[in-house]
């Protein structure tokens, strides 16, 4: 047998042992490292004591031979055995050595793949830790803001008004600071103003009402119960009803700083808005008394202010109105301002009742305007006012002089069956094109306001379809 025969048996065995070892090691959930057998003590020693065997049979059957060759040869042949069994020793003791330092290198590249994966575990345990710190100061912060939304809203329920006042602050810094609940905290807002309330007696206004006004407006309370006022019935509720109006105003104010985006140019005012030009909020008062309300340079989307009753001055002016806006049934006992506002959807004020002048002059309806059976007590200005789609005001009364100089209408201006009282009103005061006053009925005083038969409705030059 030759040195040859006896590696390729050696490897055909350490093959044989390998694949058993890595289908063993596949199998295991914890694979752990396994020496192929010619690689372990045992497989190193079998192969060291194969090679010598092998030497030492190679000595033994030389020896034999030169044992009974001729006595001239006999010296040089046990010469040459010991050289091959020595040869054969000093090839076990190389085996050993290979043998030893594949396992050698193989031992190294198993700790090197571990200490790689000790530093993927690492990192990994690193970044789940970050996650989960993370996750938890998520969690830690909605559960705070949770508490203070769920405290503040509780104590806009208190008796007491400066616990009330100090539950608005409260959200409104809440807000500031977490903008994903500025939604929610409008909502709240808005419902507060919508409870039923009635002003105090004396109020600080310009206009009405004053505890005479109110007494004067019975006949408006009969055709329409709902805007009825009581009066307190003694000093305490009085009282009360003057601390639930100083919250009032001031949620007022709240809400207005925080829609109003202020003059073009002022970044400051728009830094602290929440309802942007990219993003909105919409604003529900709807059958909300609201008292001095102002919202000036304003962005709002959908607005719904039907069957609002505002008292004193009402203010929208310069304010976008960039979705559907309604103001149907509503009633302004002081003077409605709208000068420069721009309706960029539908605007209807059906119904509405203004006892003060109602001024809107310069103001842009940018789609179809509605003012059917609305009533104006004082003054009407729509001077200037740009219509870029139809603008009805059909079965509306003007008791006073009404203006629509500089009135442009791309569309149709409709004022079927609205009338003119001309007792208060100017005779020359100025229509839409297409429209004038018809007679007087001297029993009544009033006037109908009627086509033009001898002009079509025309369109107006100067007016232009809405910018996209």
Same mark, same amino acid.
């Given at each position: 047998?030759?040195?040859? !025969? ?59 031979? #030169? ?98 006042? #100090? ?7 809440? !807000? ?14 808005? #419902? ?35 805007? #009825? ?240």
């Amino acid at each position: 047998m030759s040195v040859l !025969g006896v590696l390729l048996l050696l490897v055909s065995m350490w093959l044989r042992r390998g694949v058993r070892d890595t289908a063993v090691t596949q199998m295991n959930e914890a694979p752990r490292l396994r020496w192929p057998w010619l690689l372990s003590d045992v497989g190193v020693a079998t192969a060291v004591a194969l090679v010598a065997t092998v030497g030492i049979a190679e000595l033994i059957t030389m020896w034999s031979i #030169a044992g009974g060759a001729a006595p001239a040869e006999r010296a040089k042949l046990q010469i040459d055995a010991l050289k091959y069994g020595l040869g054969f020793f000093a090839a076990a003791g190389a085996v050993a050595a290979l043998l030893l330092a594949v396992r050698r290198q193989r031992l190294s590249e198993h700790t090197h793949e571990l200490a790689l994966e000790s530093q993927r575990l690492s990192e990994r345990n690193y970044e789940l830790a970050r996650e989960v710190q993370s996750h938890n100061q998520v969690d830690a912060a909605e559960r705070r803001v949770t508490d203070l939304y769920a405290k503040a809203a509780d104590q806009l329920g208190s008796e007491h008004a400066p616990v009330r006042l #100090a539950a608005i602050y409260a959200l409104e810094r809440l !807000g500031a600071a977490n903008p994903d609940q500025r939604v929610a905290i409008m909502a709240v807002f808005c #419902a507060y103003l919508r409870m039923p309330f009635d002003p105090p007696g004396k109020i600080p206004l310009v206009g009405p009402p004053t505890l005479a006004s109110r007494r004067s407006v019975g006949q408006h309370a009969a055709e329409n119960p709902a805007l #009825a006022i009581s009066i307190a019935k003694d000093p305490l509720e009085e009282q009360k009803r003057e601390q639930e109006l100083e919250v009032r105003m001031a949620l007022q104010r709240v809400i207005a700083r925080r829609f109003s985006t202020g003059r073009k140019g002022d970044g400051k005012i728009a830094a602290r808005a929440w309802s942007k030009q990219d993003s909105p909020l919409s604003i529900d008062l709807s059958g909300a008394t609201l008292v001095q309300w102002t919202m000036s340079d304003a962005i709002v989307g959908n607005a719904d202010f039907s069957r609002v009753r505002f008292f004193g001055n009402t203010v929208f002016e310069g304010t976008n109105f960039l979705a559907f806006t309604s103001f149907r049934d509503s009633h302004f006992r002081g003077l409605a301002w709208f000068t420069g506002a721009k309706f960029h959807d539908r605007a209807v004020f059906n119904d509405s009742h203004f006892e003060w002048p109602g001024q809107f002059s310069d103001v842009e309806f940018r789609r179809r305007a509605f003012f059917n059976n609305a009533r104006f007590i004082s003054t009407a200005n729509f001077q200037n006012t740009r219509a870029d789609d139809d603008f009805d005001f059909k079965e509306s009364e003007f008791h006073g002089p009404f203006a629509f100089d500089g009135f442009q209408a791309s569309g149709k201006a409709n004022g079927e069956g609205a009338k003119v009282f001309l007792s208060n009103a100017k005779a020359a005061s100025k229509l839409p094109d297409g429209w004038l006053l018809g007679p007087r009925d001297d029993n009544t005083g009033w006037a109908s306001i009627v086509r033009d038969q001898n002009q079509k409705p025309v369109k107006a030059t100067g007016a232009s379809k809405p910018k996209s």
